[in-house]
């Protein structure tokens, strides 16, 4: 035992290294020190033309051009672009508070057009744009085409795009008035190419006809994410999510509203495998467009895990061309049909209909939640008892274990009275007590190795470990 605690203890002295011996720079517009980067004195006043692998780039509060990241790889190493904030800005010396309490607004656009990358403004939650520690601007000329960030450089060389995130970054668009091509997070590969192990995680997306357009992905994350007002036309068709030939994907404790007016909310426009879709919560404040989950009905959406979710407030439900299992969920206040394909149970309804369900629940006219028209979707009281699953199903958004006081309540979130909760948000902390112990780390490593955890799970688990959560 002791043998094998060293050797794993040499793999992660092996992993952290890496970033043990990086470098950090600094860039602030309207610095007028040396220009080095070495402190804030001394800071960029903007991202220099060439960045080097392995190292940090802290960036003040203030306005940025747009910026193509495009040095190549050196092995795994990570380049990492994080907004400075008063609890983590690198170097005090030169350091005012002033530098870090707001946003470092963006040009439109940028484009990753090379591998490993951690784009991080910080800090960010909910619909509160002006909490977002980066923006990325919308042309400035709206009757264009617009793709504010893009992932790999499609219709060019680059073919696909891996191994990176893009968090805490406030994204709006032109808006429905300029009936154009839109696209906040354009994620479309070429030449068969499949963008894999890619985290989009704790933005807010919004006034935009296309909110993700991806093509081929692979292992990717999408969580955390606040989508909200899309729009679509005859000419621009447009869904929160447009999903190409994806494959094994995460959609978890995303809050989608209003962003259903295209096809769905997540929409499958050619065949996909392999979907997780749990703790999200989907409402349309105004009944309309087509459901949250959908895929064209010449195609075939399989292996499709739809787990304690909300769907409230919409004049349909149809999963369109859905295979595989949907189980405790809230369908609150759906005007119209709801169609539940393949293996259904232990859902809650409005009304007196329970679909037939063995476990379903015929809610009346019961409202269940604290206060939904303001966006809180917790429950007021236990529910019946929902189907039990697996992790990593067995935590809610709040980092809740489900279950935990003997009832697996049905919806997005664990009703709460006196179970545990965790302040870490990368799921390393594993007796969610708020803290990453050496071991949870270990346990965390391996199931990064497992491909159980994103690499950008991994690289957060890391830093609560370092600097707590």
């Known amino acids: 035992m002791k043998i094998k605690r060293l050797i794993i203890s040499g793999v992660l002295f092996l992993f952290v290294a890496s970033f ?152 709006e668009g032109c808006g429905s008035a300029y009936d154009v091509s839109q696209m906040a997070i354009d994620g479309r590969s070429r030449n068969g190419a499949r963008p894999m192990n890619i985290t989009i995680s704790h933005n807010y997306i919004h006034n935009i006809g296309h909110m993700m357009k991806t093509v081929n992905w692979q292992n990717g994350l999408v969580e955390y994410n606040y989508f909200e007002d899309d729009w679509s036309s005859s000419s621009n068709h447009g869904e929160a999510v447009s999903s190409d030939g994806d494959d094994n994907m995460i959609y978890r404790y995303n809050v989608f509203e209003d962003a259903c007016t295209g096809s769905a909310c997540i929409m499958g426009i050619r065949s996909l495998s392999n979907f997780y879709v749990y703790g999200n919560v989907f409402v349309g404040t105004n009944p309309g467009g087509n459901g949250p989950v959908g895929c064209g009905s010449r195609y075939s959406c399989t292996n499709f895990k739809i787990y304690n979710n909300v769907f409230a407030n919409f004049d349909r439900i149809p999963f369109v061309s859905v295979k595989g299992e949907i189980y405790n969920n809230i369908f609150y206040d759906i005007s119209g049909n709801i169609n539940l394909p393949g293996s259904h149970d232990y859902n809650w309804f409005s009304g007196t209909d329970d679909m037939g369900e063995s476990y379903g629940v015929a809610g009346g006219n019961s409202d269940p939640f604290v206060d939904w028209q303001n966006g809180n979707f917790r429950l007021e009281a236990v529910t019946e008892p929902g189907l039990t699953l697996p992790s990593p199903y067995d935590i809610d958004p709040d980092g809740n274990f489900r279950g935990a006081d003997g009832v697996w309540d049905i919806g997005a979130y664990e009703y709460v009275s006196g179970t545990a909760t965790s302040t870490c948000a990368s799921g390393a902390d594993a007796t969610r007590d708020g803290v990453v112990s050496n071991e949870e780390l270990l346990s965390y490593i391996s199931l990064w190795e497992s491909g159980t955890v994103t690499i950008g799970d991994l690289i957060a688990g890391i830093d609560e470990w370092k600097n707590g959560c």
């Not at 033309?49 to 960036?59: A, F, H, M, Q, V």
């Not at 350091?95 to 707001?102: E, I, V």
């Not at 450089?153 to 995130?165: A, C, E, L, T």
């Open 20 to 171: 043990v011996g990086a470098a950090d720079h600094y860039v602030r517009q309207g610095a007028t020190g040396s220009g080095t980067g070495a402190d804030w004195t001394d800071a960029y006043t903007s991202l220099p033309s060439d960045l080097t692998r392995g190292d940090t780039y802290y960036i003040a509060d203030g306005n940025y051009s747009s910026y193509i990241f495009d040095d190549p790889e050196s092995g795994t190493e990570y380049i990492t672009i994080m907004k400075a904030t008063a609890s983590d800005h690198g170097t005090d010396t030169g350091w005012q508070s002033a530098y870090g309490d707001g946003q470092a607004i963006w040009s439109y656009n940028i484009g990753f057009f090379s591998n490993y990358w951690v784009f991080d403004g910080i800090t960010g939650y909910g619909k509160d744009a002006a909490s977002y520690g980066f923006k990325i601007l919308h042309p400035s000329s709206c009757g264009t085409t617009e793709s504010e960030v893009r992932l790999g450089n499609y219709g060019n060389s680059v073919p696909g795009f891996y191994y990176s995130r893009l968090s805490h970054v406030e994204i």
